[in-house]
């Protein structure tokens, strides 16, 4: 059993999916976790194909030096945004695989929303690159570990009128302090 960082509110009606040392940068892919957040399932899904198809981005919030502007960002009241296409393939494969997790447990599909999204820097893989004057330098990738929780939102439960008042219970302090307020000091 693999371990999550937070379990579902109600695990009956949720999913998961998790990607482990997945080749895509950590900072583009913790920025398109983030801006999918909370949507529901389809349209998260809509949204990451729209990045991929350059045609809306995901604003950047935190990592964000040099990074460039643009006008796409001004739907998010941001204005600077990407396009980080590799991260947003990445993440539509794994809210697929959370569906077909979820189509597994009779869920409604239609009805998911993104719950829990986590994106964690992985161990970095090394290679080297050659310097000038013979030296050589390090080639690092950072690559990241991500999961997914989606759930079905509760429905809304009127509450119950009370029949009686339960009365309140005060401690002699309490009782005291209310007679010294009522009567007026001594």
């Not at 040392?21 to 950590?26: A, S």
């Not at 949507?39 to 198809?53: G, N």
């Not at 494969?93 to 997790?101: C, G």
Request: contains cysteine; charged residues 30%.
């Amino acid at each position: 059993m693999v371990k999550y960082s937070r379990e579902a509110k109600n695990p009956s009606k949720a999913c998961k999916a998790q990607g482990v040392d997945l080749r895509v940068h950590y900072k583009n892919t913790y920025e398109t976790a983030q801006a999918i957040k909370g949507m529901k399932l389809k349209v998260a899904q809509q949204y990451l194909q729209d990045i991929c198809e350059k045609k809306r981005c995901i604003p950047f919030r935190k990592y964000t030096g040099c990074c460039g502007r643009t006008a796409q960002a001004k739907e998010f009241k941001m204005s600077q945004g990407r396009w980080p296409v590799k991260s947003a393939k990445i993440i539509l494969n794994l809210l697929r695989n959370a569906e077909s997790n979820a189509e597994f447990k009779n869920l409604d599909t239609e009805n998911l929303e993104i719950q829990h999204v986590q994106v964690n820097a992985a161990q970095q893989g090394r290679r080297r690159t050659y310097r000038a004057h013979g030296r050589i330098g390090p080639y690092m990738n950072c690559p990241c570990h991500v999961e997914l929780i989606l759930q079905e939102p509760d429905e809304a439960v009127e509450k119950a009128e009370e029949e009686e008042a339960k009365p309140k219970k005060f401690t002699k302090k309490q009782l005291a302090m209310r007679r010294l307020k009522v009567g007026g000091a001594p």
